[in-house]
């Protein structure tokens, strides 16, 4: 007689997804984890341990953490070799866990749960208000400001990382064409590719990175961009 399994099932049997994803967290983790329950399907991206981007129906980020979570059972699957270049999660993961078990908790008790707000929890990452400020614009995947030098400023997460090295890149490639060409140096420049596209704004102390989904319409994002660093102009 075929024994009666609650829980998820996958590539580590006995744990529960929860279980999974502290276990990816603690062994710094980059890839992903598809998860399945009946004919609903997820996905949850990691970057070095912490979720940056999750998926699920027509959900994506927080919420969508929330809802796969709330599932009694289904089964998973590690995908090292996903990768995402989109982060719609902010926040540390052991937070948005307890905070997946908090909602759990309030809906068991008949409880209204606001799902259009964030975590009440301390974000993951700390970065520059101006960052911060056009992460809130729609499409616009990931932001950082950077020094001359190339560093983040207050963002050491790794996507920053990453991002202030592609803007540094560009800034350095744009003053070199500007210098071929007798345009002097190079206030903005954007780059368009098939995973998304990168601007980069130069200021006399810092530049400005941005990753862009690539779907989108770019000189719509690019007024919306403007209109944040310079309002009512």
Known sequence: MSENITGFKGAVAGLSLTDVIQ??????????????????????????????HAEQGQESGEQAIYEIIKWPGGTFNIHPEMTSNVCTIHYRTDFL????????????AGSAVNKSAGPSVTPRRTMSKIAAHLQEINNITYAVLLDKQGVPIQDSSIEAVALAAKGMFLAKTGNQL????????????AVHTSNFHLLMYDSKQHYLSIAV?????????????????????
Request: charged share 30%.
């Open 23 to 52: 276990l990816k967290g603690h062994n710094k983790y980059t890839g992903a984890i598809t998860v399945e329950y009946g004919d609903s399907k997820g996905v949850i991206y990691f970057v070095d341990g912490e979720i940056i």
């Open 97 to 108: 866990l307890l905070e997946a078990l908090r909602r759990m908790d309030e809906e068991n």
């Open 178 to 189: 500007g210098d071929l060409m007798g345009l002097g140096e190079i206030k903005a420049a």
């Open 213 to 233: 989904k690539p779907d989108c319409n770019l000189d719509s994002v690019e007024n919306e961009i403007k209109s944040a660093l310079m309002p009512g102009k």
